[in-house]
């Protein structure tokens, strides 16, 4: 990938600055395209040292999933970043320094920068510098693959861009500061948002069509009565590989984190009873409003889910785990998924010891221990799904004519633990029937209730 990528997305060099002020390379000649990954210097500003390396962990592993190698991190400890400058004076000029022997070709900070803060240290450090945001719309767009995909993104990567738009033409001088001054700088600049917010219009309406059909299928499925599972949890907690595991969806499960952008559902059939299994985007700390905003649609598969899987990975330190959790359970709540069932998944238990485990199971007693790799404790979630499909469906207790075999026919095929005696009006039948299937039963045969 060229040194340049982030934010700019290939234009010209003299457009790609997000902020005024001079880029690490203006004052040397341009080296022209290289090769290898980007190199980066990350920093972050923790309250507490004991935040800092769990967080750090992440940026780091974020870093490397957009294909940038992080070759230095440093770590400030204050109540709140500097409203101006993020980081102390202090600090700062320890950083300037390290990035004029260093030379990386951008700076990523482990929090989300205000636009005067990204401004302020672009000028002072003389280079690029990214924010966890725009890391994660980073990866993101690597990820994107379908059309739904990747109009989600680029929303997203304009909504973020928008209010940082100041400085991308600083190269056409004003003519003055004054009323009546103003100059093709200014001009230029307002049109590039007008273009910017014609763009966002756009976006809008197609994922509004696409919202619209992905809406249509959804009441199909519901119509049908066969329940629905989503799966959610924190990016790389193995949902997808879960997903895999239990329907042989194919779904990509590469180690990186937001490898699975687009939901996919697959019917699976546990002891009779077919469920509607869905894998969602992963959550992460700190994901972006303008990313939640945009996957909306596709984060609906858990607001209107039957019982969502809260994935979390076993093999994590207690403390981090409850804080994925924790975060997993804010963002449910605000797509309006936070009444929906749950059951919580400790997967890759595999990748634990025995004492571990014993600690999980008396922290957990109620979480599921699993293993998409080798299997383990498949069985008993395949179980409790059975039982939460069995629980969706409605009993039914009717006389089928002895001449109408069609409806017998489709009680059968369609109902679970069906039994039935002969009478002399016809064959009483008893079974367990998704909803729509057993009120249309109702209004054609004669019989008792549920």
């Not at 001054?181 to 001009?187: D, H």
């Not at 994901?287 to 649609?297: C, E, G, I, Y």
């Not at 069932?341 to 890759?348: D, E």
């Not at 599921?368 to 039914?396: K, P, Y």
């Amino acid at each position: 990938m060229g040194k340049d990528r982030f934010l700019d997305h290939g234009k010209d060099r003299e457009l790609q600055r997000t902020y005024r002020g001079r880029a690490a390379g203006d004052d040397r000649p341009d080296e022209g395209p290289r090769e290898g990954p980007e190199t980066a210097v990350v920093v972050g500003s923790y309250p507490r040292a004991a935040e800092a390396a769990a967080s750090l962990a992440e940026m780091v592993e974020l870093l490397r999933t957009a294909r940038v190698d992080v070759v230095e991190t440093m770590v400030q400890q204050r109540d709140a970043p500097d409203p101006r400058t993020f980081l102390g004076k202090g600090k700062l000029d320890e950083l300037r320094g390290r990035v004029e022997a260093l030379r990386p070709d951008v700076v990523a900070v482990d929090h989300e920068l205000s636009p005067g803060q990204q401004r302020q240290l672009e000028d002072r450090l003389k280079t690029r510098v990214v924010d966890r945001t725009a890391v994660i719309l980073d990866i993101f767009a690597l990820h994107a693959t379908t059309a739904e995909g990747k109009l989600q993104v680029e929303l997203a990567q304009l909504e973020y861009s928008y209010s940082r738009q100041e400085g991308l033409w600083q190269h056409l001088e004003r003519l003055g500061g004054g009323v009546g001054t103003r100059g093709p700088g200014e001009s230029q600049l307002e049109s590039d948002r007008r273009l910017v917010r014609n763009r966002m219009g756009v976006l809008r309406r197609r994922l509004r069509d696409v919202a619209r059909s992905r809406g249509v299928m959804r009441q199909g499925r519901g119509e049908s009565g066969v329940p629905r599972v989503a799966l959610a949890g924190y990016t790389n907690a193995g949902k997808s590989s879960l997903m895999n595991a239990l329907s042989g969806a194919g779904v990509s499960v590469n180690d990186a984190l937001f490898e699975t952008l687009d939901a996919t559902t697959r019917a699976i059939e546990f002891q009779g009873f077919r469920l509607l299994l869905s894998d969602t985007v992963g959550f992460i700390s700190g994901l972006p409003h303008q990313l939640v905003d945009a996957f909306r649609s596709t984060l609906d598969e858990a607001r209107e889910a039957d019982l969502i899987l809260h994935v979390a990975d076993a093999s994590e330190p207690e403390t981090r785990r409850l804080e994925q959790a924790s975060t997993v359970d804010d963002v449910l709540e605000e797509i309006g998924a936070g009444e929906v069932p749950r059951l919580f998944v400790l997967n890759k238990i595999d990748a634990v010891d025995a004492d571990t485990r014993r600690e999980l199971a008396g922290r957990h007693p109620d979480a599921l221990r699993v293993s998409a790799i080798t299997g383990e404790g498949l069985d008993a979630l395949r179980e409790r799904l059975a039982d939460v499909a069995r629980a969706a469906m409605t009993h039914i207790d009717v006389i089928v004519p002895w001449q109408d075999g069609a409806t017998l026919s489709a009680i059968y095929s369609q109902g679970r633990d069906v039994r039935h005696t002969e009478t002399r009006e016809g064959v009483r039948v008893t079974a367990l029937m998704p909803a729509p299937a057993a009120a249309r039963l109702r209004a054609g045969v004669r019989g008792a209730g549920a």
